[in-house]
């Protein structure tokens, strides 16, 4: 079946421009995952989504970050006034559920991001 | 609070050797525990993960993985490398006390297997 997909693949944009970057989960995944990962580094969250709220978004950085869930599934991340400082690869994953045997993550191919 | 440590940046294996990648963990209550695996310009993969019961977990691509609560360690195994598992490994755990579903992810160990 279908797994996660992220769009676009690759961004690149001009320091103080907005962005955002969309994320489709796998059908039927109720939770879902935004990260980011710099070089060298591992995934760092960011915010979750169960359903449509976000259920906890502390590791977004400053309030230029936010994230959308709308209908709960699709999900955008949006980034305003962007800074040199925000380039990196943004992940999105899915899960089943929470807990247990349904909270494997499956992630997407990222979307790169490049701040000039 | 929950951390995971990977203490080796590089693991460098001759085909056909078994490979160990090593990974710790620190958490208040019992842990979830989870291998990913990244080739290049993609995203992870999962592995495998140990929730509860055994403490030997196998997973996909012949990879397994062992438990070990006295020692804090859920250490990756396979007994011999291909060439192909050339990659960077992350090892992630969670924290089952204090209702976060957060995982955490170490810095990530890039496995090499030479022909």
């Known amino acids: 079946g279908a797994g996660v997909s992220q769009t676009p693949s690759n961004k690149v944009t001009e320091k103080g421009k907005y962005v955002e970057l969309r994320c489709d989960p796998i059908?039927?995944?109720?939770?879902l995952y935004w990260y980011r990962q710099s070089l060298g580094q591992g995934p760092e969250f960011l915010i979750y989504f169960q359903g449509t709220g976000a259920a906890d978004d502390s590791g977004l950085p400053n309030d230029r970050f936010f994230a959308v869930r709308p209908e709960g599934s699709v999900s955008t991340l949006k980034i305003q006034r962007t800074e040199r400082g925000d380039s990196a690869v943004y992940l999105c994953a899915s899960s089943l559920g929470l807990a247990g045997s349904q909270e494997t993550q499956y992630f997407g191919p990222g979307t790169r991001l490049l701040v000039l | 609070a929950q951390s995971v440590a990977q203490p080796e940046d590089q693991v460098n294996v001759a085909e056909g050797n078994p490979l160990t990648v090593k990974c710790t963990y620190s958490?208040?209550?019992?842990?979830?525990l989870f291998w990913y695996v990244q080739y290049p310009n993609r995203g992870l993969q999962f592995l495998l993960k140990?929730?509860?019961?055994?403490?030997l977990v196998k997973g996909s691509y012949g990879f397994e993985a062992e438990f070990n609560k006295s020692q804090t360690s859920f250490h990756l195994k396979k007994p011999s490398a291909l060439v192909s598992d050339s990659a960077l490994y992350f090892c992630a755990v969670r924290d089952m006390l204090g209702g976060s579903y957060i995982p955490t992810f170490g810095r990530g160990t890039s496995l090499i297997v030479h022909p």
């Open positions: 958490v208040s209550g019992n842990p979830y």
């Open positions: 140990y929730i509860t019961g055994d403490n």
């Open positions: 059908s039927g995944h109720t939770a």
